[in-house]
């Protein structure tokens, strides 16, 4: 693994707007940033995050299976009561996913290591399927990288094959909050994916999915919503006025409500209690659990509930090196061994390895001066040499 500086191209701005990447930049700053990209090798790649990706997956479901059947493990994750049925008839359905993103800790030598599974709603999906490839492409082309690079990424023809297979041609809807640049990106992305796979589509903000008279949700044109995609976490929708009704609507949701249980912190410990010392996980605990003491004085402090690092803290030999602020926290905090992120030129790479219906089929990579990555770090692609 390496960080290569390498040239940009002159026209991106113009080739992203073109594309609809109009999130390219974010408050003036860059978001995608090509003057740099990670190389890996091969073997790397299909041995340290392929096949590491694969497995750590395997272990979540087996997780899940658990919890669901065990209801201490919802007690702990905080999942409201009300709605554990739904999450149970959910997994007894087999009700499919259609993607998630493990965030891996990796420096080329020892084995990479979950920091966390962005399970229900990760973005950056359209950047690292098909814009990250763009550059590939037109690096090759204009001499930026070698001629023989090739990537880790058959994201965008394995979303529509998942599209095919979990469609059912029923007619999609996509929700989410569509005010948000880089939620509309995403949701606009999929339903391109959608679309070329054979489903008819609607998009529309969550704030417009209405309840009929029979007790359904509904769209804007009184439509049934039968097949729902929504870019909006599971743990807001339990909070939601709608939330009432989730379990008595005939809705299927991607992603599913099982989902709910894998895009929680509290996975993180719950892994460890099932598969400890596995080389691809860090040691990690809920706060009050005694145990948590054998971390000695160096850990990570995460909310159970938490996006784009906030109010994550890193703590390393009893001092405090960086803490994020952010509106979580209520429902409790796990910790998890410190592993300080690689540095390259100054800057701490996180790796996203994506999952399109449980196979591992790509990596972005977003990275930071600071080693909380947060919603402002930058996507530096990436390609095999």
Same mark, same amino acid.
């Given at each position: ?30 978001? @995608? ?129 998942? @599209? ?21 990106? =995403?949701?606009?992305?999929?339903? !391109? ?25 509904? !769209? ?32 299927? @949701?991607?992603?599913?409500? @099982? ?53 994550? =803290? ?72």
């Amino acid at each position: 693994m390496e960080r290569i500086p390498c040239p940009e191209r002159d026209d991106w701005r113009a080739t992203a707007e073109s594309a609809g990447f109009t999130f390219h930049t974010i408050g003036g700053e860059r978001y @995608w940033d090509e003057r740099a990209y990670y190389a890996f090798t091969l073997n790397e790649i299909e041995r340290r995050i392929e096949a590491p990706t694969g497995e750590i997956e395997a272990m979540c479901l087996e997780v899940v299976g658990r919890a669901i059947n065990d209801e201490k493990y919802l007690r702990r994750l905080k999942i409201p009561e009300a709605f554990w049925p739904l999450l149970s008839e959910s997994w007894r359905r087999r009700d499919a996913s259609l993607y998630g993103r493990l965030d891996l800790s990796y420096d080329g030598w020892s084995p990479a290591k979950l920091l966390e599974y962005n399970a229900d709603t990760p973005t950056s999906i359209f950047e690292a399927a098909v814009f990250q490839w763009t550059w590939l492409e037109q690096a090759i082309e204009r001499s930026i990288i070698p001629k023989r690079a090739d990537q880790f990424n058959s994201i965008h023809e394995r979303l529509i094959d998942a @599209w095919k297979k979990h469609g059912s041609a029923k007619h999609l809807h996509l929700t989410g909050m569509t005010d948000n640049a880089e939620d509309a990106g =995403t949701l606009a992305y999929l339903q !391109d994916t959608a679309s070329q796979a054979g489903l008819k589509t609607t998009l529309m903000d969550i704030k417009d999915v209405g309840l009929g008279g029979d007790g359904r949700f509904v !769209d804007l044109d009184d439509r049934s919503i039968e097949l729902a995609f929504k870019l909006y976490p599971w743990e807001w929708m339990f909070q939601d006025t709608f939330g009432a009704n989730l379990s008595s609507t005939p809705t299927r @949701w991607i992603e599913p409500p @099982w989902k709910a249980i894998l895009s929680n912190k509290g996975i993180l410990p719950l892994l460890w209690e099932m598969f400890p010392k596995h080389p691809n996980l860090l040691p990690a605990y809920f706060e009050d659990d005694p145990k948590a003491a054998m971390l000695g004085s160096s850990f990570v402090r995460k909310p159970l509930y938490s996006r784009e690092g906030a109010n994550v =803290t890193l703590v390393s030999a009893g001092s405090t090196l960086m803490e994020q602020q952010g509106p979580y926290g209520a429902e409790g905090f796990i910790l998890q061994g410190f592993a300080s992120l690689p540095s390259f030129s100054d800057q701490y790479p996180v790796l996203g390895s994506w999952l399109i219906d449980h196979t591992p089929c790509g990596l972005s990579i977003r990275e930071d001066e600071n080693p909380i990555t947060g919603n402002t770090s930058r996507f530096v692609p990436h390609a095999i040499l």
